[in-house]
């Protein structure tokens, strides 16, 4: 799977964009796979509408890296292949394009905060049981009678509509949603 930005697809002429699209659809792969309609596909490959960059960074995907040095005719570009780490000069330039493109520092940065969010959700949560409310009635007590059935009760109601889960993102969408 070749990734590129769109910076490095707006480089690519309209030429080269149609090989890639011609090569990719003889491998066998289907609009639906593309995320496109079938009459976008048949306007494009008619040259009645040109190959956009985000079509074509999406054809990109379906090329090995031979593939797509064989069509470009280029080497400076990221290749990503799952399970294989990359190299310190594809680090470097993949460090360069984050850098230099805001959409894919955009994109680098929602990610690292939802991964993040993921991890403190993980080392965060807990499970209320039977036991941890009978405490919390516990210390209730000494106020009124109304007092502790209230509190209770709201407190069963919350935990009921949390699924008796506590952590950081439930907590903010139950506020969001109260």
């Keep these: ?42 306007k494009v490959k008619a040259g009645k509408r040109n190959v956009s960059d985000q079509l074509l960074i999406l054809l990109c995907r379906f090329l090995s890296a031979d593939e797509f040095r064989a069509l470009v005719g280029c080497a400076d570009y990221v290749i990503v292949q799952r399970g294989r780490k990359l190299s310190e000069a594809e680090k470097s330039l993949l460090a360069q394009l984050i850098i230099e493109d805001s959409e894919l520092r955009a994109l680098v940065r929602s990610l690292l905060k939802e991964l993040e969010e993921k991890n403190i959700d993980e080392k965060y949560t807990y499970y209320v049981t039977k036991p941890m409310l009978e405490k919390f009635e516990k210390i209730l007590q000494g106020r009124s009678r109304k007092t502790i059935e209230d509190r209770l009760r709201y407190l069963r109601r919350a935990l009921a509509s949390l699924n008796w889960t506590l952590s950081p993102s439930t907590l903010k969408e139950y506020i969001v949603k109260v």
């Design 1 to 42: 799977m070749v990734v590129i930005s769109p910076e490095e697809a707006r480089r690519i002429p309209e030429d080269t964009r149609r090989r890639i699209l011609e090569y990719v659809l003889a491998k066998g792969i289907k609009p639906r796979d593309l995320g496109v309609t079938s009459s976008l596909l048949a």
